[in-house]
């Protein structure tokens, strides 16, 4: 090129990613919430994996960990209550190519956006799902959440929770096409971070369930699991969550379970006697939504069509 010494290169280095390419507005969370936690397990990884900050998004409905995408120097979309996850099959529809997060708290999406849930799951686009479960909403000031246990005192029912809660992670199992349904804690740092990242390179819908505290409404909810481990069931197979056998050791009662194996997945996650954590279920076979709306990009309909009932026959009994 004109102007040019000869031994110049046009060949442009590739970017490299600090902590500080996605950490965005300060975080204003209340001191000892378990979404802090949370956030700079995300962050992390994003920098691991070297995700360049405008090819990912994060996306939100409403709630105290909904303001996520606030906090991360990314694409982000602050949605309306319970609309995180339409939002977010959007993307991922039209931009196949972009590394989507998904932040939703337990009333957010296991209430309004119940329905959305469901077909997110069955959709199984490449995305990961963080539900945010404290067991209360917090941002509106203590009304019962549908995940509230039993006799919780809040603004609605100041007598107690009357009815059971509900169980996402043994929802989740159950829906159609689930293929990645892991749990963790937020009080443990290392198992969060490696369930987020496992999370992150499953091809499909990752839904994750995070257990978290929330230090103003409900403090005491967690409390007997954070000074108890043994009250804990730590989930272990080379298929799994691997963490350090030092974080490991921490839990007497571990489990080894294949997470391949469906029934035993809901079975563990149905139980009460214990807070099991780790991955439930895992089926990297399972057809994703985005892979057949891709094909519609540069094909005539006879040809998606065509396209289309080859990879459906994959999944014919």
Known sequence: ??????????????????????????????????DHAVLAAVQRICRDEQLAPEKTVC?????????????????????????????????KARRPDLHVWVATGDGDCC????GH???AVR???DMVVMLFNNSIYGLTKAQTAPTSPVGLKTNTHPGGAWLPPLKPTAATIGFTNASFVAQTVDWNPA???????????????????????????????FEEYQQDPSRMLLLTHEDGINIDP???????????????????ALRI???????PIGLFFRDPDRPRYEEITALGLDMTVEEKLTALNKELDRFAI
């Open 269 to 275: 996650a149905n139980r009460d006697d214990t807070l």
């Open 191 to 221: 198992h969060l971070h490696a369930t987020l990242d496992a999370a992150y390179k499953h091809k499909g819908l990752s839904f994750v369930q995070i257990m978290q505290r929330c230090p103003q409404y409900t403090a005491s909810i």
């Open 111 to 114: 209430s309004i956006g119940a």
């Open 1 to 34: 090129m004109f102007g040019l010494k000869t031994d110049w290169s046009l060949d442009v280095l590739p970017r490299y990613f600090t902590l500080e390419d996605y950490e965005g507005g300060v975080a204003r969370w209340c001191p000892g919430c378990g």
């Open 123 to 125: 959709y199984n686009m």
């Open 59 to 91: 996306v939100s409905g409403i709630g105290c960990s909904s303001r996520f995408p606030h906090y991360m120097k990314t694409y982000g979309f602050h949605g309306l209550h319970g609309r995180a996850l339409p939002v977010a099959c959007g993307v």
């Open 117 to 119: 849930w469901i077909h």
């Open 246 to 264: 030092a974080v490991a050791r921490i839990y007497p009662n571990q489990m080894s379970h294949d997470p391949s194996d469906l029934p035993e």
